[in-house]
């Protein structure tokens, strides 16, 4: 059983730049698919990046490409998100997630952190 961490969020004006961090533990991080998803109140979960085992292979959903970066560092067990550009419609709690292959599907996810909060002002 994998647990995750993220770290990283905060408040920023739009335009800026915000990084993420998602740490795990108790499980071989490598194991696993990551995935970022994100939740604004009255909505509902939305996918965000995703990044294979072999950190080979990136998704992204559509708002977010050409702004967002996903990686990760097996030898330090983190996930990452460079969020660039950030617009208020990206304020939400972001989700970290592990999965056994890439997707974009939130059930298809096995394990998720507390989430963090990522606020985009004016």
């Known amino acids: 059983q994998v647990q995750l961490v993220e770290s990283g969020g905060g408040l920023v004006q739009a335009g800026a730049s915000l990084k993420l961090s998602c740490t795990a533990s108790g499980r071989t991080f490598s194991t696993y698919a990551m995935g970022w998803f994100r939740q604004a109140p009255g909505k509902e979960r939305e996918f965000v990046a995703a990044?294979?085992?072999?950190?080979?292979?990136?998704t992204y959903s559509d708002s977010v490409k050409g702004r967002f970066t996903v990686s990760r560092d097996d030898a330090k067990n983190t996930e990452y998100l460079q969020m660039n550009s950030l617009k208020p419609e990206d304020t939400a709690v972001y989700y970290c997630a592990a999965a056994p292959y890439s997707s974009l599907i939130p059930t298809e996810y096995l394990t998720w952190g507390q989430g963090t909060q990522v606020t985009v002002s004016l």
């Open positions: 990044i294979s085992w072999s950190g080979g292979s990136s």
